[in-house]
């Protein structure tokens, strides 16, 4: 059974930086596709990263450039880099995992993902 467990949200000021994790069990092998959704009051749930088993990465529009995704195979871990956050970026962050056998990865919706985390609460103020 897979389970994953999110940690390092937190209040933070606008412009300022955290890192997310998620640590992952279960796993029969690498070939998961792990993503960072995140979900605002009122809104969607929507993919902001996505990382395949050989650390390929597409981002959201609305992180490019400010946000990392990144995942050690080794200790089953994937992190979220986030950097110049701003207002907006307020949200529950979630991480999911589909897999075995998911070699192709890309920003979908959440229907696409099998496996997700509790979430972890990002508040940016201004």
């Known amino acids: 059974q897979v389970q994953l467990v999110e940690s390092g949200g937190e209040s933070v000021q606008a412009g300022g930086s955290l890192t997310l994790s998620c640590r992952a069990s279960?796993?029969?092998?690498?070939?998961?596709?792990m993503a960072w959704f995140r979900q605002a009051p009122g809104e969607e749930r929507v993919a902001v990263a996505v990382?395949?088993?050989?650390?390929?990465?597409t981002y959201a529009d609305s992180v490019e450039g400010r946000f990392t995704i990144t995942r050690d195979n080794a200790k089953n871990t994937l992190y979220l880099q986030m950097n110049d956050l701003k207002p907006e970026d307020t949200a529950l962050y979630s991480c999911?995992?589909?897999?075995?056998?998911?070699?192709?990865?890309?920003?979908?919706?959440?229907?696409?993902?099998?496996?997700w985390g509790q979430g972890t609460q990002v508040t940016v103020s201004s």
């Open positions: 999911a995992a589909d897999g075995p056998g998911r070699y192709y990865c890309y920003i979908g919706p959440s229907a696409t993902y099998e496996y």
């Open positions: 279960g796993f029969t092998d690498n070939s998961y596709c």
């Open positions: 990382v395949d088993y050989e650390g390929d990465t």
